[in-house]
């Protein structure tokens, strides 16, 4: 049986700002021999604050490569590639360019939500590598011309390029449910992130992010009920609010909020 999507991670833009939501587990194999015997860890930060730039990251899918973990690699990133005249333009194609050069080549599904601000407005990429790219080959697509370039092998493109305020990533099923399948019943149903204030956003990712962990334990995968493997989606939240201003991230505990 497939697993699952290891992570559910958020990003949503909105005129007064950017708020940026990802769950903390990680999830490892026990023992060298047997790879479907699995523990967990929580409480992982998977979002990230550059140093010197208002400019965020969270990540979705390979928890670590070459020995180290994507946010121990995000912090060398940080040091050795941006600089204070980077914006999330810039730093997206860097990160695109960064895991292009790792060696031996990334095979593995993962992503990065790239959020922060270009001429006063809010902005987001994906840099991501899917089952469709060769090994160590990432996009770099900007969600406010997302048109999906090459997916299974060949080229589709959307009557018109479709401007993305919100991203979702990992186990995205809550958030497709809310943002793609509920208008399909009725146009009633559309959020739109542009009539949405800040502190609906928060509120909004709190809900996403919350209800992909508990719908986990309705999952059903024989392995999860015999304790073989956990489910992929855990722990405490992160949120991440970014405005012009500048960059804050808190914990949220669904279990104790």
Request: proline share 5%.
């Amino acid at each position: 049986m497939e697993r699952l999507k290891l992570t559910s991670i958020f990003t949503i833009l909105c005129p007064e700002g950017i708020v940026m939501a990802a769950d903390s587990r990680i999830s490892y194999q026990l023992y060298p021999n047997n790879p479907d015997i699995l523990g967990y860890d929580d409480n992982v930060k998977k979002i990230y604050q550059f140093e010197t730039i208002n400019v965020g990251v969270s990540y979705w899918g390979l928890a670590a490569f070459q020995g180290e973990t994507v946010l121990e690699h995000l912090e060398k990133f940080d040091e050795s590639h941006a600089n204070k005249n980077d914006n999330v333009d810039s730093i997206a194609e860097k990160l695109k360019n960064y895991l292009e050069s790792i060696e031996p080549k990334i095979k593995r599904r993962m992503g990065l939500h790239v959020a922060g601000y270009v001429n006063n407005a809010p902005k987001l990429h994906h840099v991501f590598h899917e089952s469709w790219n060769t090994a160590g080959e990432f996009e770099n697509e900007d969600c406010h011309k997302e048109y999906h370039i090459r997916p299974y092998g060949y080229t589709v493109s959307y009557r018109e390029r479709r401007e993305y305020l919100a991203l979702f990533n990992g186990d995205n099923l809550i958030a497709n449910a809310l943002f793609n399948y509920a208008p399909l019943f009725h146009p009633y149903y559309a959020i739109t992130p542009l009539s949405l204030r800040l502190s609906d956003c928060v509120e909004l990712a709190k809900l996403i992010i919350s209800t992909s962990i508990y719908r986990l334990n309705y999952y059903f995968d024989q392995r999860m009920q015999q304790n073989k493997i956990p489910a992929d989606v855990g722990g405490p939240i992160y949120l991440a609010t970014i405005t012009k201003e500048g960059f804050s991230l808190e914990k949220y505990d669904p279990d104790t909020s």
